[in-house]
């Protein structure tokens, strides 16, 4: 088993950083797996003829959709150049600041996405990285949100997010990490002060009032979810949404 990880491993090296994906033109949405594969441009792929070889693609439901979303994260690539991949994956795996090399994490990225579709939008989101736009660590940040999230909730959240919502708003989204939380500080005023220094001394004298101000959440946009909204706000944000 360990040889069959390596292998793949350097296949979806190779494929990643020494392949022209422009050929690729398929709409991965409306076809199925064997479909898919019987593309020749897809064929073509390094990685696919690896795990196909690998795996045989029998039963093991997990190997098919498992390639299913590496096709989608290298048909999201495909407008991306091999110079521009390879310049920046060899810049972080030279880097000596990241343990797992790009190719390696992208594999375990790609293997924890809910679907193929949540893989193409990582793919989406690394070209922000490629391009420039965002940082490695943006990227890593955003894809670990983006392969959790399911498609409901992302369009929920790029069609009704904005800055300053309510835990009402954002229900189960609350600790998704599309938001940032900040709880305000609980400001206590007594009304009657001589009240509060008679308690003070005989506890069963008197009783006072108090006003409780503060104590809420304040919930903005995440860098994160600043990021996704940018990526797809434009994109996928028209998309119809029944609450």
Same mark, same amino acid.
Request: glycine share 8%.
């Given at each position: 088993m360990e040889n069959n990880n390596i292998t793949i491993q350097e296949s979806f090296d190779s494929t990643?950083?020494?392949t022209d994906l422009k050929g690729i033109a398929i709409d991965?949405?409306?076809?199925a797996l064997d479909s898919i594969i019987k593309d020749p441009t897809v064929q073509s792929l390094p990685i696919v003829g690896t795990v196909i070889g690998i795996t045989k693609l029998g039963a093991n439901i997990h190997d098919k959709l498992f390639l299913k979303k590496i096709i989608s994260f290298l048909n999201g690539l495909k407008n991306v150049s091999v110079e521009d991949r390879n310049k920046i994956i060899k810049e972080i795996d030279e880097s000596k600041k990241y343990r797992v090399k790009v190719g390696e994490k992208l594999l375990?990225?790609? $293997?924890?996405c809910n679907d193929f579709e949540n893989s193409e939008?990582?793919?989406?989101?690394?070209k922000f990285f490629v391009n420039g736009k965002i940082s490695y660590d943006d990227f890593l940040k955003t894809s670990n949100v983006l392969q959790k999230i399911t498609n409901y909730d992302?369009?929920?959240?790029?069609?009704?997010?904005?800055d300053f919502m309510n835990s009402e708003d954002v229900r189960g989204l609350i600790g998704s990490g599309l938001f940032d939380l900040e709880y305000e500080p609980v400001d206590v005023r007594?009304?009657?002060? $001589?009240d509060y220094k008679k308690l003070r001394e005989n506890p069963n004298s008197s009783k006072y009032k108090a006003e409780v101000d503060?104590?809420?959440i304040n919930i903005t946009l995440s860098r994160v979810g600043n990021i996704i909204m940018d990526i797809f706000g434009s994109r996928e944000k028209k998309k119809t949404l029944k609450l």
């Open positions: 990643l950083k020494d991965i949405t409306e076809l375990y990225i790609i $293997d924890s939008r990582v793919a989406n989101v690394f992302l369009q929920w959240f790029l069609n009704k997010a904005k007594v009304d009657d002060e $001589d503060g104590g809420g």
